[in-house]
């Protein structure tokens, strides 16, 4: 199956700092998403971005499909944006979907 | 907005007990998802649904089985809990290649 590598693992930031997340995955895909992991287990969807780039507010992303990796992008940091970080991928098989396979995350401290 | 819902935000259950765990959405989606979130092992694939009835393993299918009678509601069955079924439980569903929409997970503990 398709891998999925995330880094850094761990980050600690001071609040206004700025950060940039990496995710490289193994083969093509189908599907890319960006998720927020909330201290009560949310999952907050943040992009959908099997390729190019987005911006949401401070948060932005960039795919670059043909090599296997994708970007997120945290500016001006506030104690909010703590949490853990997953990126996550799919392949799609005969056409259809076929579960999403996630990286390890990062875990974002923002202290004030 | 999707709207994911899931059955319980907590809960707790004895071995052997045969547990429910239940999915509704509200958009129509054709394709539904359940993963289990474990310290150290991430989000990993129990078993989707792509469509009415019809049902596909994930990474890890054994010790469960899922249910699609109606569209919108996916429910995941352990029959026969067991200690090790202990985890954070997410459902999840899709239209087509679009995006992913989650729940807010159901912590179970298995005693």
């Known amino acids: 199956g398709i891998q999925v590598e995330q880094s850094p693992p761990d980050l600690i930031l001071q609040e206004g700092a700025n950060s940039t997340l990496r995710c490289n995955f193994s083969?093509?895909?189908?599907?890319l998403q960006w998720f927020h992991q909330n201290p009560w287990g949310q999952l907050i969807n943040l992009f959908y971005i099997p390729s190019g780039t987005k911006q949401n507010g401070r948060l932005s992303a960039t795919t670059v499909a043909t090599e296997r990796y994708s970007l997120l992008y945290i500016s001006s940091s506030q104690t909010t944006d703590s949490g853990v970080y997953f990126c996550a991928v799919e392949r799609y098989s005969g056409g259809g979907a076929d579960g999403l396979t996630f990286g390890k995350g990062t875990h974002l401290i923002i202290q004030p | 907005d999707v709207k994911v819902t899931q059955s319980s935000r907590y809960l707790v259950k004895r071995t052997g007990e045969k547990v429910f765990l239940e999915c509704v959405q509200d958009?129509?989606?054709?394709?539904m998802f359940w993963y289990r979130q474990d310290p150290g092992l991430g989000l990993r694939l129990i078993y989707f649904?792509?469509?009415?009835?019809?049902?596909e393993k994930g990474d890890i299918p054994e010790g469960y089985s899922v249910s699609r009678e109606k569209k919108e509601r996916f429910s995941l069955i352990l029959e026969s809990a067991s200690t090790n079924q202990t985890s954070m439980y997410l459902c999840?569903?899709?239209?087509?290649?679009?995006?992913?929409?989650f729940g807010d997970g159901t912590r179970l503990s298995i005693l």
């Open positions: 083969d093509s895909v189908n599907n």
């Open positions: 649904s792509y469509d009415v009835k019809m049902k």
């Open positions: 958009m129509d989606h054709e394709n």
């Open positions: 999840a569903s899709s239209q087509g290649d679009g995006p992913q929409h």
